[in-house]
């Protein structure tokens, strides 16, 4: 008697959740099946005495019984657990809905360890390894370099262990799914003999004009010497972001030049006792970023953001580093860098960077972003004008350092100069703020102990 009252428990349980989030006809349906539930619930177990009913059957019963109210109030999540010997696409991201198959590194036959890659995904912002949960060998491979894929779609079957025989199971459901796509192929041969009539009157007028077939794109003839290939999701992305911000935001950019004398010969001076206690070089990075954290606390507008018509300001400083990877920018986050050191700042950077280069960098990484500050010093330019992060609100370039003479007193000296620009948003930073912010950075990396003493 305790078993049952217990599973009618259960049952009952079921129906009052799913009455939260059902409609009253719903619900009397599901009343309906509880009864009916308990129903044969006593008579399973009038027809059988509590002694010889073991528990799993009693177990199997529940579950039979709850399915039907189960299922129709459950949330349903995307399922991204394939079945046994089955690879199946991760989960990977909740911004990130899709990708494409960049690369498929085993074929039908290989060997695969347990958490071995055998394919990676490109998406919009990052790389996203597929491994295989199975030890075994390769059976067959379902899909295809170039594919889109989402979380769930299976990659490729796998032979669990040395034996083919675990992996029997698998073939049917392949099978039986692939019952279903010749049907409609069967049907599109019917309008497929019509399409060739239609294709050569369209290409008639396409080699004398190419950018009447689509106003919004310009496509160029093939030449000889010329090879095409396709954009990555990346760097799509990027180009997409990017003029959104040129259409989205008011750009305007400001100039200064920094005297980088004092940074460097604090550099020089306790750079080999840095990295012994912290195990990370000093480099220039983390006085500019101590320099834009303090100069954003100073001028919280250009931390702030426009959104719709009210403006948002934030108590927080994440900082983001642009970096340049072989396939696309990236921008790492360095988070709630107001509240850490040089050494803290050199370490995350270190390791964001590190990421980013070997192509493990993920969207947590990149998520976010309240100020960017891109160098491309590294790479020799002299001066430029970035473009804005959206959703931030401006962007600090920072350039090469070159010995320029330069008035210091009454002499004038060479003095290792660099110049860095401001590119924010006019609609929300007025001149004068966006002057004072990029002062504030002058001031502070010309005079590190600036940062020392909060001034």
Known sequence: MMMERALLRLLRSHALRASRVSSSSSLLQRGAAVRRSSQQLRAFLSASSLD?????????????????????????????AGGPGEIVIPFMGDSVPDGVIAAILKKPGDAVAVDEIIAQIETDKVTIDVRSPFAGKIESIVAKQGDTVTPGTKVANVAIGEEGAVSTPS??????????????????PQPTPQAPPKAPVESVPAPGSFR???????????????????????RKRVATR????????????????????NLMDMRAEYKDAFQEKHGVKLGFMSGFVKAAVSALQQIPTVNAVIDGDDIIYRDYIDISIAVGTAKGLVVPVIRRADQMNFAQIEKTINTLGKKANDGSISIDDMAGGTFTISNGGVYGSLISTPIINPPQSAILGMHSIQKRPVVVGKDIVARPMMYVALTYDHRLIDGREAVLFLRAVKDNVEDPRRLLLDL
Do not use: C, Y
């Open 52 to 80: 010889t009913v073991s528990q799993f059957e009693l177990r199997d019963f529940a579950a039979s019984r709850q399915r039907p109210i189960w299922e129709p109030w459950s949330r349903g999540f995307a399922d991204v």
């Open 171 to 188: 073939p049917p459901p392949p099978k039986e799914e692939n019952v279903g796509p010749p049907r409609p192929k069967a049907a599109t």
């Open 212 to 234: 009447s077939q689509s106003p919004s794109e310009v496509h160029l003839p093939p030449k000889s010497g010329e090879r095409r290939i396709p954009m990555t999701r990346l």
């Open 242 to 261: 990017l003029k959104d911000s040129q259409n989205t935001f008011a750009l305007l950019t400001t100039f200064n030049e920094i005297d980088m004398t």
